[in-house]
């Protein structure tokens, strides 16, 4: 197996990669790595490495028409989450539902501007 660098990856397939460069950076604290659009990009948020692939990408091509996109999304943790949702609120972001809480912490979805899942999560204290 080959060694992985220090990032964990996750593709997400994307209609504008210009407009999830905005949404990630400006709203969810990554920072953008590389910026070779409008096929690809990649942001950063610590060891997290988001790929942002376009329309005419590889990697959208290699993803059959028949594939859905589940239930699937990454997971940011964050220490406020009433501060962070007031934040995003400001910002002009919609969440979907209503914050969830469990044994673990509480949660709630979002979604970029092409309909990927994110979930911000604030740990149980």
């Not at 997400?12 to 953008?32: C, K, N, P, Q, S």
């Not at 910026?35 to 059959?64: E, I, Q």
């Amino acid at each position: 197996m080959t060694e992985s660098d220090q990032f964990a990856s996750v593709r997400y397939i994307v209609d504008d990669v210009r407009a999830a460069i905005e949404f990630y950076t400006a709203h969810l604290g990554f920072t953008l790595r590389t910026n070779p659009a409008p096929a690809f990009a990649d942001v950063v948020r610590g060891p997290l490495r988001l790929l942002l692939s376009g329309p005419g990408s590889s990697g959208a091509r290699a993803t059959p028409e028949s594939a859905s996109a589940g239930r699937n999304r990454i997971h940011l943790a964050v220490d406020d989450l009433d501060g962070e949702m007031d934040r995003l609120r400001a910002a002009g972001v919609d969440f979907l539902g209503e914050v969830v809480s469990g044994p673990g912490g509480r949660q709630i979805l979002l979604t970029d501007p092409a309909g990927n899942l994110v979930e911000i999560f604030e740990p149980a204290a």
